[in-house]
């Protein structure tokens, strides 16, 4: 299930200062709406929606419409291939695979 | 909470890579005690024989002595190698928690070597609530090394 895709889509949308400072902001509040993320950001509304969507893509929020407005949280499953990799075992084979290299080039240059 | 959130989800971590070597070379390297023991870790009582078991030794946590108990399961020479890959202890989080997994070595020839797939599959992730909060709590810190990932990835 964990193919590379959902990992890189993580690290894309989160690979971006902005952006990551919007999920951080979604994140330490339970839930928050455009224009409270927009409200001292030195960002237009415009480009908070983006990434709030590109985010909501990614799987890493989810939105709830009331009324006219739209409320933001954090999606803690959409973390999960993040956290994956970063485990121990995630960690401990790609750690492997770069000694494999090296024992390859040494026993068959 | 149903049972669907009861039932314990599992999870896969993939490692796949091209090395400019043939799928013998690679094979040979996989199969191998003392070779295995040059990149991964050196196992005790290893065989490549369907339904051999054996072990490696790795750093105690807690009620666990550090022993991963493997089991050969499927021997298909230059394409496919996989193992039980079974340890840990109930009572640890995190490292050296309740491990029931199976690591497979996938092999297949490219234009320029080998493709390795690893899969290592049977991480049991946490699915109630609580853990979900606890999680949570450690989101900041992942979302601060994420540029320091991607950095390092390319």
Redesign the interface.
Same mark, same amino acid.
């Given at each position: 299930?964990?193919?590379?895709a959902p990992i890189n889509a993580v690290?894309r949308a !989160?690979?971006d200062?902005t952006r990551?400072a919007v999920?951080?902001r979604v $994140?330490?509040s339970d839930e928050i709406t455009v224009v409270e993320l927009t409200r001292g950001s030195g960002v237009t509304q415009g480009a908070i929606s983006q990434h709030l969507k590109a985010l909501k893509q990614a799987g890493l929020v989810a939105e709830r419409p009331e009324g006219r407005k739209v409320y933001y949280r954090?999606q803690?499953e959409g973390?999960?291939p993040? $956290?994956?990799?970063?485990?121990?075992?995630?960690v401990f084979?790609?750690e492997?695979?770069a000694? !494999?290299?090296? !024992? !390859?080039k040494e026993?068959?240059p | 909470m149903n049972d669907a959130a009861l039932k314990p989800d599992t999870q896969d971590i993939v490692v796949d890579e091209v090395f400019p070597h043939t799928p013998e070379t690679i094979w040979k390297t996989l199969t191998t005690a003392n070779l295995m023991g040059r990149w991964l870790m050196m196992p005790a009582g290893f065989e490549p024989v369907e339904g051999r078991h054996f072990t490696y030794q790795t750093t105690p946590a807690g009620a666990w002595d550090g022993t991963i108990h493997c089991q050969v399961l499927e021997v298909k020479p230059n394409e496919r190698f996989a193992y039980a890959w079974k340890g840990g202890h109930e009572g640890n989080v995190g490292y050296g928690s309740r491990l029931d997994t199976v690591v497979t070595f996938i092999l297949s020839k490219v234009e320029n070597g080998t493709r390795l797939r690893l899969v290592h599959s049977g991480f049991v992730l946490p699915k109630n609530d609580t853990a979900f909060r606890n999680m949570s709590e450690g989101w900041k810190k992942v979302v601060q090394n994420i540029g320091a990932i991607v950095d390092g990835k390319d």
């Open positions: 299930m964990t193919e590379a690290m !989160l690979a200062p990551r999920f951080e $994140v330490s954090a803690p973390l999960e993040l $956290v994956d990799w970063m485990s121990h075992y995630g084979w790609r492997r695979f000694n !494999l290299r090296t !024992l !390859l026993i068959d | -």
